[in-house]
């Protein structure tokens, strides 16, 4: 039912296809010379690096993740100790993003809260993705009674409202930390990855390279491995950073309602959280987290984009 | 088309069957008692006492009868933690203000972001067309409790305009929170739009459309529209129920008073009834609109309405 | 006068790795009446000829950059968009090459005719479905008043295309262009379509642009045929003339590639396939085109470094070569015709 552009863009990819020239009547070179044929994965690299925004996007993504990695190994801060003598300051040069309403510095406590967000993001993302590969691809592959067995389930778990699925979920595990937030995350967000799944298997499925293959003998995880897989990597890819914005914002929402994940160990959400109550005195303690999740957010956004540009040949804008 | 559209309609009984299941397991799974005021625990009387009242000592399936029972009377039950009130007034007591504030974003994020993505497609590459996405894209990433306090930050305290900050009574009120709800699903919809309209437009039956002589009027009102908005009703439908069952945040930064705190305040007393309550209002909802999606889908893409098994 | 005359059109898409001459002038005309056939390979420019005559070129990358195509008197190059809006599916129509994307999904094909008819003449909406039926039945389609309110995906390529010809001669046009039509349909369903096509034109009194890769197609439907390669016209000629005397060396590759099956002159033994590719429209050479694949051609001829012109060989029929089929045998002249 979804109308996916993904499906049909792939079934190009998997063929190999040697980047499309605009217009018509342009031969691959003078008078008797074979086609080029290029890497597939090369070809999308430098297509992808030719989309200005996409490059940025990936730059930023890259250098706030080295952030949050990197920074708190070196900071002279301790992002969770207390000087209250120092509270609500505002961004400085000692303390460039200021101070928060408990004094600890507020860079090292992005960068921390850095690792925790985009540590559940990346986790929940990869959860995501495996339950929703292994759902899609039984689903699509076996195909018959069983497939619409588990589609109508899928139907069924559609019509449970993402938010409150897994706050019940996170009251189930009764605490709230690292990993049970991803599961909880993970379990409210794999329909639309096991349905994308699902499609492209039953659309490579009846392809004819993949028939062409089976016709000649192959047994059916070669087919799988060789033909299905390669082709699917490239909306996997593009899944993980389409995902990754609504997983980050799920856990920055929980934490903002207050079910996040336990202190000292403050996502960005939770930070934003602790930073409302102080927000007409100091906005910055808000403003720093929030913002940071936007820009992540509009970084893998970007980041999507450009992937899937470079992975369709045809995707060309007039 | 009729039968098209009974054959939906009677799908989602099952379907409605199921969440409550669904909703009923999970429920029994969190450990904790609803019954509980302090942290001294209940004596064993009083606690056999107040199952016996509820119900609760019987067992699951009975339990799941009697409540799908009550859903399909409209009695949802009484609150387990507060005495004297019962799921069905909380419901309509709070209820209405949370539908009222994600459909009212929800129409906002329809006629902001359609029109705008559409534009968008026709200019393709120009400078409005870049501004627009420019602006799309950073209103789709910014999360919505950032642009609630940013609005607080200058509607309320840098200007005052007169928009209210918190409260859900005049129409004045209702702006900021709806346009911060809106604001992000908008430009999601922009983005979706200008993507299929200039998919479509490079459609071998457009070119037939210009080769017939139709005014451009004609081929981008009704050619090129009618196809592109079939992936943004697919759309649509998620986004209604995101946006009622998600307007939580969006009402505890505006002090709205819905639904959306009950139900984290319910979760966290293990308030069963007002929890299983809300949740099944809510996947009612959700499961509506995808229906309406679905049917909306048939009319558009007659292509649909025989492939459909 | 012909009903239309194209003179030097000149077609380039200016894209980001250059500019490609899809059509580099070009000059042909089409009688009323008469059918002219296009021929050649894909890529040869033919179909961008179609767009330009209409004016759907897509504007962004590709542009008229010269030459005039006068329709009727006027020259349609120099028209602003809205007159030629008026002029499309009115006085000159055209059929595309894939009838199964061509027509709109989402639309009855009772809507798709009877908007054309009602965007060109004001008459109610009863009046267009009678007019709709009655040019259903015209194109042979079965069951005509009930298939209106019918969707494109219930026919048959077959069908799909005797609907886009129906609309095409929805408002009785003066030019038919058919860009290919029979091309993605089953050979016994081609017979078919362009059997009507003939029955059609002849009834209308229409002239017909005929486009197509197939010489078996275009020796059934046309007068006279244009031969094209990489953009230029290289052969033009009556049809019987164009068969049973061709002069280029390319038109004799072409139809030393028809497989024949019975006739007088058959070909025993293999096809010719002609081996190399057309050359690079970004930056074509400045001597003939087809030299590097000709089997004639020498590095000393003139051919190697100058563009030959189109000259005529014989009353009516055009060639660009220098060394076109008569002048082969016996002594040969060297350089061709100055420029």
Known sequence: MVVDPAQSKTQQVGAGRVAAAQGPGVGGGSAGAPIRQSNLWKDAWRRYVRNKAAVLAGSVFVLVLLFCLIWPIVSPYDPNAVKFELKNASPSLSHPFGTDNFGRDMLTRTAVGGRVSIGIGFAATLAILLIGVAYGSISGFVGGKLDNGMMRLLDTLYGLPYLPFAIIVLAIFGQANFWTMVVALAIASWFTSARIVRGQVISLKENDYVRAARAVGARWFRVLGRHLLPNTLGVLIIAIFLELPGVILGEAFLSFIGLGISPPNASWGQMANEGRSVYRVAPHIMAVPSIAIATLILCANFIADGLRDALDPRTRET | ?309 | MALLEVTDLQTHFFTREGVVRAVDGISFSVERGRTLGIVGESGCGKSVTALSIMGLIPKPPARIVGGSVVFDGQDLTKLPEKRLEDLRGREIAMIFQDPMTSLNPTLTIGTQITETIRRHYDVSKQAARKKAIELMEEVRIPRAAESLDDYPHRFSGGMRQRVMIAIALSCDPKLLIADEPTTALDVTVQASVLDLLDDLRHEHDMAMIIITHDMGVVAEAADEILVMYAGQAVEQAPVLELFDHPEHPYTEALLGALPQIEGEGIREGRLTAIPGRPPDLINPPAACRFAPRCPYANDNDTCATEMPDLREIRPGHLVRSTHPASEREGARRGAGVPA
Do not use: C
């Not at chain 2, 054959?7 to 969190?30: A, N």
């Not at chain 2, 993507?195 to 009704?222: F, N, P, S």
């Open chain 2, 1 to 309: 088309m009729t039968k098209f559209i009974v054959r939906r309609v009677v799908w989602t009984i099952p379907v409605v069957l199921l969440v409550i299941l669904l909703t009923f397991g999970l429920m029994r799974q969190i450990k904790g008692n609803p019954f509980r005021t302090s942290e001294r625990a209940i004596p064993a009387e009083i606690q056999k006492n107040l199952d016996r009242k509820f119900g609760l000592d019987k067992p699951w399936y009975i339990q799941y009868y009697r409540y799908v029972k009550g859903v399909a009377t409209a009695d949802l039950g009484p609150s387990l933690v507060l005495r004297n009130r019962d799921v069905n007034d909380i419901v309509r007591d709070h209820f209405p203000k949370s539908l009222e504030l994600g459909g009212l974003a929800f129409l906002f994020a329809l006629l902001f972001g359609i029109p705008l993505g559409a534009m968008s497609a026709l200019k393709a590459n120009s400078i409005f067309d870049y501004g627009a996405m420019f602006f799309s894209n950073v209103g789709y990433a910014i999360p919505s409790f950032l642009v609630a306090t940013l609005f607080i930050y200058f509607f309320a305290l840098q200007w005052d305009l007169g928009f209210p900050t918190s409260g859900w009574n005049t129409w004045q009120s209702k702006v900021l929170p709806v346009i911060a709800l809106g604001l992000g699903p908008g430009a999601a919809f922009a983005r979706l739009v200008r993507g299929t309209m200039l998919e479509t437009l490079q459609q071998d039956y457009i070119r037939t459309a210009k080769a017939k002589g139709l005014r451009w009027r004609r081929v981008v009102g009704l050619h090129v529209l009618r196809n592109s908005l079939i992936p943004v009703v697919t759309a649509a439908g998620p986004t209604l129920g995101f946006l009622i069952t998600g307007s939580f945040i969006i009402e505890q930064i505006f002090a709205i008073p819905g639904i959306g705190r009950y139900y984290v305040t319910a979760v966290t007393a293990r308030d069963y009834s007002v929890v299983m309550g809300l949740t099944v209002l809510l996947s009612v909802i959700v499961i509506f609109a995808n229906l309406v999606v679905d049917i909306l889908y048939g009319i558009l893409d007659p292509r649909t309405r025989d492939a459909r098994a």
